[in-house]
């Protein structure tokens, strides 16, 4: 109905809560999921919102034994909520805290020890890839079958993103949230699968992710897919981590990318953004729209003076002339190859660079 309100002032929280030192993460999340459930706008705290509205409160037993906490309702009409609504909304309230505990329940069973909560140190400790394995020994944790690490952003988060990942990938071995982003580790199934059906099946993985939180949650997704390897997950991990900052510098607004389609991204990861602008800008900049488009497709056609043509829809007389026109003002001719790879990376840099 509305978009859910920003944390309010420090001390407007029901004095409860303030002493329940821990919860307020989950209160949040409660008011949140409620929101969603009802279509009525609930905050946890006395927001903004709230105050220009009239507030209802709604007391949610459960965060402490005997104790209680209260949410509170944006009500914009002349009168008040009736009492049917409000029960209703409690009794909504109880059973989506209980799912809230109940699955924080089950993630601090697979705490200390568990894949989930060495990766969260390894993160917080900034291990590298021989730390990481030391500590694999020393807790004895069971091995990985060979798989995909596989890193999600989303936005914004949706609390029930780990549920819905769970029923479309029951068999991932690790499943790591840090909202709004998760880590899995996705086994590959079948064995001795070759280089191009590995590629393939990681851009299926891409398209299945940012198509079913789309469409379910309305969720929007970077799924970045790394190599599939045997028991290296801290180093699968690094790696899509590094496949999100390049996704972000070259590739933005593309559903997602994998370790294979890197490219010319992976050369250029180190060129500062002033040295690349400066290159494409030195050899491109003399060009108009047109003349560069021209290049673009001249150059990913193979330098071939028939196909260009074509995709243009143009005489292939004026598309030599097109091309004069470029030798004229920039000084290379792209018709040799050499010269059309200096072209080449200009283009491709003009293209991806963000």
Known sequence: MSKIGER???????????????????????????????????????????????????????????????????????????????????????????DLLDSRDKNQMQETGSWEWLMREGERQKWNCKKFAQHVSHYALPPLNQGFPIYIQCAPWHSKIMKVMANLYPQAQVCWS???????????????????????????????????????????????????????????????????????????????LTSWNLGLAFLFSTLSTISAEQYWEGLLGALSDDLIETLSVFLDHDLSIGDTAKVLFIHRNTLNYRLDRITELTGYNPRRLKKAVYFYLAVWLKKHLK
């Not at 002349?78 to 059973?95: G, N, R, V």
């Not at 851009?203 to 198509?211: D, G, K, P, R, W």
């Not at 997950?233 to 790696?239: D, H, V």
Request: glycine residues 8%.
């Open 8 to 98: 309010g002032e420090a001390g407007m929280i029901h004095n409860r809560a303030q002493e329940l030192t821990g919860h307020e993460e989950i209160l949040i999340e409660l008011a949140q999921c409620l929101t969603q459930e009802s279509g009525l706008l609930i905050f946890a705290e006395r927001s903004p919102a709230v105050r220009q509205g009239r507030p209802v409160q709604i007391s949610v037993a459960g965060l402490a034994q005997e104790d209680s906490v209260t949410l509170y309702l944006a009500w914009q009409e002349p009168t008040e909520p009736d009492l049917i609504l409000l029960h209703l909304l409690e009794a909504l309230a109880q059973k989506i805290y209980q």
């Open 178 to 256: 840090q909202k709004p982003n998760l880590f899995l580790w996705l086994p590959v199934g079948t064995p001795n699968l070759s280089r191009a059906e590995l590629k393939a099946r990681g851009e299926t993985l891409i398209q299945e992710v940012y198509s079913l939180l789309a469409d379910e949650l309305g969720v929007s997704t970077v799924v970045l897919v790394g190599k599939p390897s045997e028991n290296n997950l801290w180093g699968g991990y690094l790696e899509v981590k590094e496949l999100a900052v390049l996704h972000a510098r070259f590739f933005a607004g593309e559903s997602g």
